[in-house]
Nanobody, 126 residues
Framework: QVQLVESGGGSVQAGGSLRLSCVAS????????MAWFRHAPGTEREAVAA????????YYADSVEGRFTISQDDARNTMYLQMDNLSPEDSAMYYC???????????????????WGQGTQVTVSS
């Protein structure tokens, strides 16, 4: 089981930026996909972005394409989510997730993920 710890959430005005971090233990090399999901009150948890950690191939939800960037730093065992041009609709608890090699499925499908962080809150004011 991969242990995940998120950080970087906070409050920002619309149009602003935040960068979320997720540190994986024992390391990114033990994962297959890593992803960011978000959950706002009254909604279901939804995928934001995912990355295939072997190649760095990225996947994005339509709602964040062009505004958010997912990346990884293997030396720091850290995954990032750079969020630009934020809007109030992006306000949510953001969760980091990971799945180990061998589990198949779509990278933006939350059902494939077996490890989850505790979440970090993002609040965007208008």
């Amino acid at each position: 089981q991969v242990q995940l710890v998120e950080s970087g959430g906070g409050s920002v005005q619309a149009g602003g930026s935040l960068r979320l971090s997720c540190v994986a233990s024992p390391g990114i090399a033990s994962t297959y996909y890593m992803a960011w999901f978000r959950h706002a009150p009254g909604t279901e948890r939804e995928a934001v972005a995912a990355i295939y950690t072997f190649s760095g191939t990225t996947y994005y939800a339509d709602s964040v394409e062009g505004r958010f960037t997912i990346s990884q730093d293997d030396a720091r065992n850290t995954m990032y989510l750079q969020m630009d041009n934020l809007s109030p609709e992006d306000s949510a608890m953001y969760y980091c997730a990971a799945v180990a090699p061998g589990r198949v499925g779509e990278p933006l499908d939350l059902l494939i993920y077996t490890s989850w962080g505790q979440g970090t809150q993002v609040t965007v004011s208008s």
